[in-house]
C-alpha cells in the first residue's frame, strides 16, 4: 500500500483488506460494539448506504489507522465486501470528512 501521496477514493473492502487495516488500530477510540452490531445487520442485509456516510476510512502517513474502525468491524462481521471512501496519507482525523473534496 502507497501512502506516499494523500489521495482518497472507494474501496471495494474485502474481510482480509478490513483486517489489515485494523492491524494499525493503535489510536481510536474505544470500540462501541452496538454500533458495529448496528453496520454489520445493515451490510449483511444489503442495507448499507454508503453514500450518506458523512466521513472517510483515514489511514496516516505511517499506515497507522485514524478512523473508520466501526465499519471495519462490521466488515468482518457480516463477512460481506463493502465499496467504502478511504483516505490515504491522512494527517489527523480532519481528513475524514475530505474524502469527497480530493476525488474532484
Not at 485494523?22 to 453496520?39: H, I, P, Q, T
Request: glycine content about 8%.
Amino acid at each position: 500500500m502507497n501512502y506516499n501521496d494523500k489521495t482518497a477514493k472507494m474501496v471495494l473492502v474485502s474481510y482480509e483488506q478490513a483486517i489489515l487495516f485494523l492491524e494499525r488500530n493503535s489510536v481510536n477510540r474505544v470500540l462501541r460494539v452496538g454500533k458495529v452490531l448496528e453496520y454489520a445487520r445493515d451490510m449483511s442485509n444489503g442495507e448499507w448506504d454508503t453514500s450518506i456516510v458523512k466521513d472517510a476510512i483515514v489511514v496516516g502517513v505511517d499506515g497507522t489507522l485514524l478512523n473508520g474502525q466501526h465499519r471495519l468491524w462490521a466488515v468482518l462481521l457480516s463477512k460481506t465486501d463493502q465499496e467504502l471512501p478511504v483516505v490515504f496519507n491522512g494527517d489527523s482525523w480532519g481528513d475524514c470528512g475530505k474524502w469527497k473534496e480530493l476525488t474532484k
